[in-house]
Every structure is written in structure tokens, then in C-alpha cells.
């Protein structure tokens, strides 16, 4: 079935390690993005990216990085300079059209 | 720029009865809006969309929303609350060439037997 695959779905990290969080999509979109979701305060937009091997900060990438080497894959890796990284995280992509996004099944890092 | 508002970080409604979560949208063009929702622990999943077209759209699990121009509203509802329909649920506007969403702080949905 065609889809957004986040992995894990799931992840303890200790403080001061970097962890990346995998997401890939077969429904040949260009648009990817990667939000953050703390109760409470909806979806923030960590980064994204228009095509491949371009991409842009969202409103709070301090502290993560990405890359887009492949039209499928946009993995985020969570990095020992981000201070409160305890979170739901989110992949999307986006449809052609209408612009509607597409999201994984989400990744919840928790830091020991 | 774009922004959603939704009024009611929670509702509580009983089983059977109608379910109205409210949306205002603010956009200097036309817009796209969206309503999604989610599960716990789950990523979200399309509702519906407005996208121009006929200003009431209907969705799946007979969820629909009326796109209000002179009210910048985009409200959801629903005739008979199930206790499935118990979820978060997400407002999103895009407009322009801001092919990006903005998302409101959502609502949680409460369905009580």
C-alpha cells in the first residue's frame, strides 16, 4: 500500500547521544516535512523540504538537522544540542494538488 | 500570512448527540482548509477538505464542514456522536503559494456514554 513509513515507532535515548528518526514515503511526492507535537501545542514545523537535496527550517530547528538525498527518504536526526527533545514526532508529505499531507504513524523519543 | 484558530481545547458530548467543533481561519487569499484527526499514539489522518469547490464538504464517518467566507469559519460537525469518535481533532489552512499548512492547537473530543 502506498504510504508514509515512520521508524521506530518508539526510541529511548540517553542525554547527550544523537538519534535519527527514519521516515520514507512511495507516493512519488515531492513535499516532505517533519513536525513536533507536545500535549497541548498542536504541530510544530521542525523542517521540510520542496525536492530533493534542498530543504528549510521550519519555526523551531534549533537543535535537529535533516537531509534529502533520495525523493523517498527524509530522515531527522535529533542532536545533543536540542535542550527538551522528549516528543512526538511527525512525517508528512504532500499531495500535488490540493496540498493536502500524508502522515506516518509517528516516532515518540524519550530521553532518559 | 495565514493562521487557524479553534475555540475549545475540549468538548465533551454525549453518545448520539451533535458534534460541532469550531475552526476560524485567517488568510489574505483564498484558502485550502483541512480538518484531520487523531488517534493516541497515532499519526493524523485526513478528514476532509475544502479546496474551492462546493462549500459543503462532506468527509468520511459522516463528518462534514461548511466553508463560511463572511465568517472566515470552517466549522466540523457531525449529526450522532459515536464513542469512536473520540480523538483530537486539527483545523489547517494553506492559501496562496504557501503550499504549507498552518495547523491549530486542535480540540480533544470527549464522547461520554
Known amino acids: 500500500d502506498g504510504g508514509i513509513t515512520q521508524s521506530p515507532k518508539y526510541l529511548f535515548r540517553k542525554e547527550g547521544q544523537n538519534v535519527t528518526l527514519s521516515c520514507e514515503q512511495n507516493l512519488n511526492h515531492d513535499a516532505m516535512y517533519w513536525y513536533r507535537q507536545d500535549p497541548g501545542q498542536g504541530l510544530r514545523l521542525i523542517y521540510y523540504?520542496?525536492?530533493?537535496?534542498?530543504?528549510q527550517k521550519g519555526d523551531i530547528a534549533e537543535g535537529y538537522s535533516v537531509s534529502r538525498e533520495k525523493k523517498e527518504s527524509f530522515p531527522l536526526t535529533v542532536t545533543s544540542a536540542q535542550k527538551n527533545p522528549t516528543a512526538f514526532y511527525l512525517c508528512?508529505?504532500?499531495?500535488?494538488?490540493?496540498?493536502?499531507?500524508?502522515f506516518g504513524e509517528g516516532s515518540r523519543l524519550t530521553v532518559l | 500570512a495565514q493562521s487557524v484558530t479553534q475555540l475549545g481545547s475540549h468538548v465533551s458530548v454525549s453518545e448520539g448527540a451533535l458534534v460541532l467543533l469550531r475552526c476560524n481561519y485567517s488568510?489574505?487569499?483564498?484558502?485550502?482548509l483541512f480538518w484531520y484527526v487523531q488517534y493516541p499514539n497515532q499519526g493524523l489522518q485526513l478528514l476532509l477538505k475544502?479546496?474551492?469547490?462546493?462549500?459543503l464538504v462532506k468527509g468520511i464517518n459522516d463528518f462534514e464542514a461548511e466553508f463560511k467566507k463572511s465568517e472566515t469559519s470552517f466549522h466540523l460537525t457531525k449529526p450522532s456522536a459515536h464513542m469512536s469518535d473520540a480523538a483530537e481533532y486539527f483545523c489547517a489552512v494553506s492559501s496562496g503559494s504557501a503550499r504549507q499548512l498552518t495547523f491549530g492547537s486542535g480540540t480533544q473530543l470527549t464522547v461520554l456514554p
Open positions: 488568510s489574505s487569499v483564498p484558502p485550502y
Open positions: 475544502y479546496t474551492s469547490a462546493a462549500t
Open positions: 508528512a508529505s504532500q499531495g500535488f494538488s490540493t496540498g493536502e499531507l500524508f
Open positions: 523540504s520542496q525536492i530533493v537535496n534542498d530543504f
